[in-house]
């Protein structure tokens, strides 16, 4: 079958859904591009690594080899660990986490209990908890059309890509491009997607198909899955 996904919306703060994914065959599948941050645990012959991973600019093509194991949780948006700054993650450049010989994560100086997919939304409690997960309100706010009082704009979208790790610019442009992918997948037509997508044309929406999901409108359209995380 190759690829198994699940995933749930998080009801703890900070969190905006946890996941869990497997491999039964050795696969590969696209990754879309997407705007939060995420922490993540793989699991692969034996070995148990950590990853924090931020914004994806563009769609990615990933393996997943048979047997792989992955569990994590969805950030947020503008939610962030400032120990490990957003826009230092983007793209695949993920943070590794070191984990000792017990098992057991070392961040801040302080070892954590590994957590299991079954409990991992109590261990980023922990975190929210230890000061360690922050969310920035500013985020919400800019996100919304406002400009926090007293702020200059400059000031504002600093502290907004600080956050995030990307612009709030390239933020819409990927969230745009994500609502048209949405669409083609649930079979709408082309020329509608275009139209409700706020896309010129055709064109425009093939090339941002591409960028952000590595598939064509046709493509999406005929079922070739993506993944959102």
């Known amino acids: 079958m190759g690829l198994i996904f699940n995933a749930v919306v998080g009801d703890v703060p900070l969190?905006?859904?946890?996941?869990?994914?497997?491999?039964?065959?050795?696969?590969?599948?696209?990754?879309?591009?997407?705007?939060?941050?995420?922490?993540?645990?793989?699991?692969?012959?034996?070995?148990?690594?950590?990853?924090?991973?931020?914004?994806?600019?563009?769609?990615?093509?990933?393996?997943?080899?048979?047997?792989?194991?992955?569990?994590?949780?969805?950030?947020?948006?503008?939610?962030?660990?400032?120990?490990?700054?957003?826009?230092?993650?983007?793209?695949?450049?993920?943070?590794?986490?070191?984990?000792?010989?017990?098992?057991?994560?070392?961040?801040?100086?302080?070892?954590?209990?590994?957590?299991?997919?079954?409990?991992?939304?109590?261990?980023?409690?922990?975190?929210?908890?230890?000061?360690?997960?922050?969310?920035?309100p500013v985020v919400d706010e800019i996100r919304h059309g406002e400009r926090p009082h007293g702020m200059s704009e400059r000031t504002a979208q600093l502290r907004f890509q600080r956050a995030v790790g990307i612009s709030h610019r390239r933020l819409a442009r990927i969230e745009q491009a994500q609502h048209a992918a949405r669409l083609l997948t649930a079979g709408r037509p082309i020329a509608d997607v275009v139209a409700d997508g706020g896309y010129y044309d055709h064109p425009e929406l093939s090339r941002a198909m591409r960028w952000a999901t590595g598939h064509t409108p046709s493509e999406l359209r005929a079922g070739i899955g993506f993944l959102a995380l």
């Open 15 to 136: 969190v905006q859904r946890v996941w869990s994914s497997s491999c039964d065959a050795t696969t590969s599948f696209a990754s879309a591009a997407k705007a939060s941050s995420m922490i993540a645990f793989a699991r692969y012959r034996g070995r148990l690594t950590v990853h924090l991973r931020g914004p994806e600019t563009r769609g990615t093509s990933l393996p997943c080899p048979e047997g792989a194991e992955f569990f994590g949780v969805e950030f947020r948006l503008g939610a962030h660990l400032p120990l490990y700054p957003p826009a230092g993650l983007t793209d695949l450049r993920d943070a590794l986490l070191p984990t000792l010989s017990d098992g057991r994560i070392l961040l801040d100086n302080r070892d954590w209990e590994m957590p299991t997919a079954h409990n991992v939304d109590v261990f980023v409690n922990r975190l929210v908890r230890a000061g360690l997960l922050i969310f920035d």
